[in-house]
């Protein structure tokens, strides 16, 4: 038995080239640079009049909690900062701040922005460099003039903390590129910023001179007496953990057992 094979013409599909040109002209054209803006919206809309007063209740009270925790954090880390200052009086003493109003060195702007710049590079966190000279202001210290090149110093410092969350992205190009570059626009906005404000500070010490006014109008009283509010709020509970006896601090013989 023979078998009759039939030739199927097969349809030739003619590819336009100008297909071609204009989409790798789109490609060409996107902006590297730009940032997707996908829609994550589920469509789903949020209305109070739909809500039942069981579901208002709940939110409500979500909202009152989540209010009371933030008080309650902010509390705690005032009071966290007040620990710290008595820590250093009673670690430093009277000697500390000997040392660091007397010193030539530290007393030095320069000197006191590298030291910003440093601890904030071991610590990697310009919040807590800053936290632990307010707390030696507080203390007293550290003056001041001192402090404020110590916190210029400390927002260069985390410029190095950024340029280090940049390199995790080294993997992607495009993301190391945009991830890199909004790094290094903020190391320029910091180092332009203390280029031109410190040797304004040094030249006027308008920074001192306000913050001083600022402090005094907030601390001033009738009686001519200071009054800190901050210290009023937290001294109940501070003085549960700790109490300090000036008197034998300001001393200048302090005996330890």
């Not at 094979?5 to 902006?31: G, I, R």
């Not at 550290?142 to 927002?155: C, D, E, Y």
């Not at 903020?186 to 332009?192: A, G, I, K, R, Y």
């Not at 901050?230 to 034998?248: A, C, M, W």
């Amino acid at each position: 038995m023979e078998y009759e094979t039939k030739q199927v013409p097969t349809a030739v599909v003619e590819v336009d080239s100008n297909e071609h040109v204009s989409d790798k002209a789109k490609e060409e054209d996107l902006d590297p640079w730009a940032v997707n803006t996908k829609e994550t919206d589920d469509g789903k809309e949020w209305k109070v009049s739909d809500m039942s007063s069981k579901d208002r209740s709940v939110d409500l009270i979500t909202v009152l909690i989540k209010i009371a925790f933030i008080f309650g954090f902010l509390y705690l880390f005032i009071c966290s900062l007040d620990f710290l200052s008595d820590a250093f009086q009673l670690v430093g003493g009277k000697t500390a701040g000997k040392v660091f109003r007397e010193n030539e060195i530290l007393t030095n702007p320069v000197a006191g922005l590298m030291m910003g710049v440093l601890v904030t590079v071991l610590l990697q966190s310009s919040s807590t460099t800053t936290s632990i000279i307010i707390t030696m202001v507080g203390s007293d210290i550290i003056p001041i003039k001192t402090a404020i090149p110590m916190v210029m110093g400390a927002n260069i410092g985390t410029s190095v903390t950024n340029t280090i969350v940049s390199l995790t992205q080294s993997s992607d190009r495009e993301k190391f590129r945009k991830a890199f570059g909004g790094a290094t626009v903020l190391d320029m906005f910091n180092w332009l910023s203390v280029i031109i404000l410190l040797p304004t500070e040094i030249a006027f010490h308008y920074l001192y001179h306000l913050t001083s006014a600022i402090v005094g109008s907030l601390h001033s009283t009738e009686s001519g007496k200071k009054n800190d509010m901050l210290q009023i709020i937290t001294r109940p509970f501070t003085e549960l953990v700790v109490q300090i006896n000036q008197s034998i601090l300001n001393s200048n013989s302090i005996n330890y057992c």
